[in-house]
C-alpha cells in the first residue's frame, strides 16, 4: 500500500470495535431488509427514516446502555458505529422516543413478522434435525413490574411484591440453542395456561413446523401452565409433553399412590417416585412425584407429567443407555430432565436483563413497550447467532453468555478505519485486551472475504 493511499485512511479510534465489527457483518448479511421492507410506521421523516430509527435503538441494546435516554452519548458520539451499521447519522433519543409512541398494533405484528423471517434465515432451530434429536421448547412468563398508569398495566404475580402493579412477559424459547422464538407481552393479571395454544401456534409458525413433526418437539412448562386441559391439548395435537401438573391437591392425591420413595442424589432433601395409578390423559404418560419436607412436617408434592419414552429421558438426562433398564434411574431421568427447564428458558430472562437491562426500564405505551421488547428478543438472538459465527474460529466463545458478549466482546476498544470513499477497511483491537486474539480470529474468518482486515494493536 503507498504512501498516499495510507494517508488517504479516516482512522477513528472507538470504545467499541466488537460492535462495529458485528455491524459490518450484519450489514454484508443485509440483516436489516426484512425490518425496512415490513415495518411501516407513519412519521414524519425529515432527517433520518424509520430504520435509521430502529437500527439505532437497536445499537443502543447491544451497546449495553441502560436505557434509550443514553443512545446520544453512545451511538450519537461515535461515528464509527454509525458507520458499520449503514448510518450516515444518528437522530437524538427524543426522536427515537417519538417513533415508538406513534407505532401501532400493526406495526408490532410487523416487527414481529420482520424478526421471524429473520429467524428463520439465521437460527440453529428452524435447521434442527428431527431425526437425529427432540427439539425442546420451553415456555415461561416473568413479570415486568411497571406504574400503574401504564397501559394495560394490572395488578398480578410479580414475586416479592405483593400487590404490585405490571405487565407478563411471555416467552418459548429453544433450550438447546438459546434463540427465542416467541415474545409477547400481556397484561398484568394474564396467566399462562390460556396462552399455551396461540404460543404454540406462533412456534409452529416462526418454524414453519409440520404436523408430522410435532411428535419430536418435546414442550416443557412449569406448573402455572400445566392444567390438565393444557396438557391434553398439547398431548391431542401431537407434542411430547414434560409438565409439572398445577394443583397442590390434585399432586397429593396422586403422589399418595406412590408405592417406593427414593431419595434424589442430585437433590438431597427430595425424594421421589413412580405414580401408581396415573391420571388418564388422552395419550398415555409416565407420572413421577416428587416431596419435600416441609420445616413444621409433613411434606410438599409435586408431579410431573411426561409422554416421553425412558430411552428418550435417560438420553437428555446425560445417564449411560444402560441405565434404560433401571427403574431407580429412570424415575431420576424423569425429575432431572424437568430441573433443566429451569436452565434456559429462566437464565435467558435473568441474561437479558443483565446485558439489555430488559425489565429495568419501561414505556408507558403498551405497544412502545411490546416493540422495545421485540427489538431485545431481536438483540438476543443476533448475539447467539453471531456466538456461532464466531465460535467457527475460536470455540471458547461459544461459552459466553449475553452479558460477556455485549460487555466483553461488543465493548472491546480499538480503532476503525475507512478509505476516501466511506468503506470499511480494518478493524483493529486493542492487543492488551485479554479477550482481543479470540475475538480477532473469529472476526477475521468473518472479515476478511469481505475485504476488511482484521488485526490486533497498541492502545
Not at 417513533?99 to 435447521?127: K, M, P
Not at 419414552?309 to 441405565?323: G, I, R
Not at 470455540?395 to 455485549?406: E, K
Request: with cysteine.
Amino acid at each position: 500500500m503507498s504512501e498516499k493511499e495510507i494517508s488517504s485512511f479516516c482512522v477513528r479510534p472507538t470504545p467499541r470495535a466488537g460492535l462495529c465489527a458485528l455491524g459490518a457483518v450484519l450489514q454484508a448479511k443485509h440483516f436489516f431488509a426484512p425490518v425496512e421492507a415490513r415495518v411501516q410506521i407513519h412519521q414524519k421523516e425529515i432527517l433520518h427514516q424509520v430504520i435509521d430509527k430502529l437500527k439505532i435503538r437497536f445499537i443502543t441494546l447491544l451497546s449495553g446502555a441502560a436505557g434509550l435516554y443514553l443512545s446520544d452519548k453512545v451511538v450519537r458520539a461515535d461515528p464509527a458505529i454509525q458507520s458499520c451499521f449503514g448510518c450516515s447519522s444518528c437522530p437524538d433519543q427524543s426522536t427515537i422516543h417519538r417513533l415508538f409512541v406513534a407505532g401501532t398494533t400493526d406495526n408490532v405484528e410487523q416487527l414481529r413478522s420482520a424478526c421471524t423471517d429473520l429467524f428463520q434465515q439465521h437460527s440453529l432451530a428452524s435447521q434442527h434435525d428431527f431425526e437425529k434429536d427432540l427439539l425442546i421448547l420451553d415456555i415461561d412468563m416473568q413479570g415486568q413490574r411497571t406504574s400503574k398508569h401504564a397501559q394495560q398495566a394490572a395488578k398480578g404475580y410479580f414475586p416479592g411484591h405483593r400487590g404490585a402493579y405490571g405487565r407478563q412477559q411471555v416467552r418459548v424459547l429453544a433450550g438447546q440453542y438459546d434463540e427465542i422464538l416467541v415474545d409477547r407481552l400481556d397484561p398484568g393479571n394474564s396467566v399462562l395456561g390460556p396462552l399455551i395454544a396461540p404460543l404454540m401456534q406462533a412456534a409452529e409458525s416462526c418454524l414453519n413446523l409440520v404436523p408430522d413433526q410435532r411428535w419430536r418437539v418435546m414442550v416443557r412448562i412449569d406448573a402455572s401452565g400445566g392444567g390438565e386441559d393444557r396438557i391434553d391439548w398439547l398431548l391431542k395435537q401431537g407434542y411430547q409433553v414434560h409438565i409439572k401438573l398445577k394443583g397442590s391437591d390434585r399432586a397429593y392425591q396422586l403422589a399418595q399412590t406412590v408405592d417406593v420413595w427414593r431419595s434424589d442424589p442430585a437433590h438431597p432433601n427430595r425424594e421421589v417416585g413412580l405414580v401408581g395409578r396415573p391420571y388418564r390423559y388422552i395419550r398415555p404418560t409416565i407420572q413421577v412425584a416428587a416431596r419435600y419436607p416441609q420445616a413444621k412436617g409433613g411434606y410438599t408434592y409435586h408431579v410431573i407429567v411426561s409422554s416421553l419414552a425412558p430411552e428418550q429421558v435417560v438420553a437428555l438426562s446425560h445417564f449411560p443407555p444402560a441405565a434404560a433398564w433401571e427403574a431407580e434411574l429412570i424415575i431420576f431421568a424423569y425429575a432431572n430432565v424437568y430441573d433443566d427447564r429451569s436452565g434456559p428458558i429462566e437464565h435467558s430472562f435473568g441474561e437479558d436483563g443483565q446485558g439489555f437491562y430488559a425489565g429495568k426500564r419501561h414505556h408507558r405505551i403498551f405497544v412502545a413497550q411490546a416493540m422495545r421488547m421485540l427489538l431485545t428478543s431481536l438483540a438476543h438472538n443476533t448475539l447467539a447467532w453471531s456466538r456461532v459465527w464466531l465460535s467457527a474460529a475460536c470455540p471458547d466463545l461459544a461459552a459466553l453468555g449475553m452479558l460477556r458478549l455485549v460487555r466483553d466482546v461488543l465493548g472491546m476498544p480499538g480503532h476503525i478505519s475507512f478509505d476516501a470513499r466511506g468503506t470499511l477497511r480494518e478493524i483493529s483491537f486493542n492487543r492488551l485486551d485479554p479477550l482481543a486474539a479470540p475475538v480477532a480470529s473469529g472476526f477475521r474468518d468473518l472479515l476478511t472475504p469481505l475485504g476488511v482486515a482484521v488485526t490486533l494493536a497498541d492502545p
